[in-house]
């Protein structure tokens, strides 16, 4: 028939198939889960969902990732199996899960045929649309039909990644929306905010993320040329090299005329301050907090975005970033469909972006819109912790 036709098809490209290489330490005793991230990108709510299941359920976790993720108590990483049957079979044989939970829609047909030989519970989560595993797509007729339905429950993240996997044959999908990331709000000192805050005062602030020396002239650039518009505007400026603190400073000094205060020198940013450079980037929580605007730096000009742009948006600033995003590529895509943040071009186009924020109303939209996106996710979360819970009580 034609589906076991595309499924012997797909098992004879098999020699072709990488993974399954690690060697597999002893499985812990007791309840165990396999969480499968496609790639690192996808990992991060996955790693929250973890802390959830071992805080919630106390199982092991089994998290499976072509690159190594950050590691808790009862979290082990293995990269994936390669997905031929005899690898699914030694697998799933050795790990034996209690539930397997998939992200955003990679499929594999022999673990998800092995699965459901064993009747053991699939779910599919943050799913966008349905592909074969990079490495073994190709014309498998009736393939991914027959995958799909190995999967209980597929849980997309909007309705158009719905569709997609009803078009592809799902059974049972959900418009669920994203999972819940770990928090990026990172912490600070009140004390030394309220007192940065104070010497502020009323001026607008705008912040330059971990700038490469590649997009230190284009920073310096839109801030003369929002000083146009508002003689008051202070920057903070921090460089991706620590270490050229002093010769910025200097060069802004005499190129532009401008008070520059530096940390390391204990020197703070009084009112005639211009730009102010903290001396590491260790206090990022400090100024996301002061600055109603973060440009993120290396997305214009650099190797790409260095810092995870969730960090300003869980702390009330708008985000203004370039083409190249680095490995957030997908963050920054989620920030824009939700009208989140302000993509721009060239180095001109950070000047206009950064004038227009410095109206209050425009800036405080973007950091609302973003904020909502940092904090959205609890309740799938919730929801998919829920699921594991039945399946772990026998009622699913």
Same mark, same amino acid.
């Given at each position: 028939?034609?589906?076991?036709?595309?499924?012997?098809?797909?098992?004879?490209?098999?020699?072709?198939?990488?993974?399954?290489?690690?060697?597999?330490?002893?499985?812990?005793?007791?309840?165990?889960?396999?969480?499968?991230?496609?790639?690192?990108?996808?990992?991060?709510?996955?790693?929250?969902?973890?802390?959830?299941?071992?805080?919630?359920?106390?199982?092991?976790?089994?998290?499976?990732?072509?690159?190594?993720?950050?590691?808790?108590?009862?979290?082990?990483?293995?990269?994936?199996?390669?997905?031929?049957?005899?690898?699914?079979?030694?697998?799933?044989?050795?790990?034996?899960?209690?539930?397997?939970?998939?992200?955003?829609?990679?499929?594999?047909?022999?673990?998800?045929?092995?699965?459901?030989?064993?009747?053991?519970?699939?779910?599919?989560?943050?799913?966008?649309?349905?592909?074969?595993?990079?490495?073994?797509?190709?014309?498998?007729?009736?393939?991914?039909?027959?995958?799909?339905?190995?999967?209980?429950?597929?849980?997309?993240?909007?309705?158009?990644?719905?569709?997609?996997?009803?078009?592809?044959?799902?059974?049972?999908?959900?418009?669920?929306?994203?999972?819940?990331?770990?928090?990026?709000?990172?912490?600070?000192?009140?004390?030394?905010?309220?007192?940065?805050?104070?010497?502020?005062?009323?001026?607008?602030?705008?912040?330059?993320?971990?700038?490469?020396?590649?997009?230190?002239?284009?920073?310096?650039?839109?801030?003369?040329?929002?000083?146009?518009?508002?003689?008051?505007?202070?920057?903070?400026?921090?460089?991706?090299?620590?270490?050229?603190?002093?010769?910025? &400073? *200097?060069?802004?000094? !005499?190129?532009? %005329?401008?008070? /520059?205060?530096? +940390?390391?020198? #204990?020197?703070?940013? $009084?009112?005639?301050?211009?730009?102010?450079?903290?001396?590491?980037?260790?206090?990022?929580?400090?100024?996301?907090?002061?600055?109603?605007?973060?440009?993120?730096?290396?997305?214009?000009?650099?190797?790409?975005?260095?810092?995870?742009?969730?960090?300003?948006?869980?702390?009330?600033?708008?985000?203004?970033?370039?083409?190249?995003?680095?490995?957030?590529?997908?963050?920054?895509?989620?920030?824009?469909?939700?009208?989140?943040?302000?993509?721009?071009?060239?180095?001109?186009?950070?000047?206009?972006?950064?004038?227009?924020?410095?109206?209050?109303?425009?800036?405080?939209?973007?950091?609302? &819109? *973003?904020?909502?996106? !940092?904090?959205? %996710?609890?309740? /799938?979360?919730? +929801?998919?912790? #829920?699921?594991?819970? $039945?399946?772990?009580?026998?009622?699913?």
């Amino acid at each position: 028939m034609v589906l076991s036709l595309g499924r012997t098809l797909y098992n004879l490209t098999a020699r072709r198939a990488g993974g399954g290489d690690d060697a597999r330490p002893a499985r812990p005793p007791g309840d165990l889960i396999w969480l499968h991230a496609a790639e690192v990108g996808c990992s991060r709510g996955l790693r929250q969902l973890a802390l959830r299941l071992v805080e919630e359920l106390g199982v092991t976790i089994l998290l499976t990732c072509p690159d190594e993720v950050p590691l808790t108590a009862n979290m082990l990483h293995q990269h994936p199996p390669a997905d031929t049957p005899a690898e699914a079979r030694a697998f799933l044989s050795h790990w034996a899960p209690a539930l397997v939970i998939m992200a955003e829609g990679e499929l594999r047909p022999a673990v998800l045929h092995e699965a459901e030989q064993r009747k053991l519970a699939v779910i599919m989560v943050d799913a966008r649309a349905p592909y074969l595993m990079q490495g073994r797509e190709g014309w498998y007729p009736g393939l991914i039909r027959t995958a799909l339905r190995s999967i209980k429950q597929v849980l997309a993240v909007d309705e158009a990644a719905a569709r997609a996997f009803r078009r592809a044959g799902a059974g049972e999908v959900a418009v669920a929306g994203r999972m819940e990331e770990p928090s990026a709000a990172l912490s600070y000192h009140e004390p030394e905010r309220a007192m940065l805050a104070g010497l502020m005062a009323t001026r607008p602030v705008w912040l330059a993320v971990d700038v490469p020396a590649a997009e230190e002239a284009a920073v310096i650039a839109a801030h003369r040329s929002a000083l146009r518009l508002a003689h008051r505007l202070l920057l903070i400026l921090v460089p991706q090299d620590a270490g050229r603190a002093a010769e910025l &400073a *200097a060069g802004m000094e !005499a190129a532009e %005329g401008w008070t /520059v205060a530096q +940390r390391a020198l #204990d020197q703070e940013p $009084d009112t005639e301050t211009e730009v102010y450079i903290p001396d590491s980037d260790a206090e990022y929580g400090l100024w996301y907090r002061l600055a109603p605007v973060s440009y993120m730096g290396g997305s214009l000009l650099g190797e790409g975005c260095a810092r995870n742009p969730m960090e300003p948006a869980a702390l009330g600033s708008a985000i203004v970033y370039g083409p190249r995003p680095g490995g957030y590529g997908s963050v920054f895509g989620r920030l824009g469909a939700a009208q989140a943040a302000r993509a721009v071009g060239s180095a001109g186009d950070l000047g206009d972006a950064l004038s227009d924020l410095l109206a209050p109303d425009r800036a405080a939209r973007l950091a609302q &819109a *973003a904020w909502t996106l !940092a904090s959205d %996710g609890v309740e /799938v979360t919730d +929801r998919v912790v #829920d699921f594991a819970r $039945d399946v772990l009580d026998g009622r699913s």
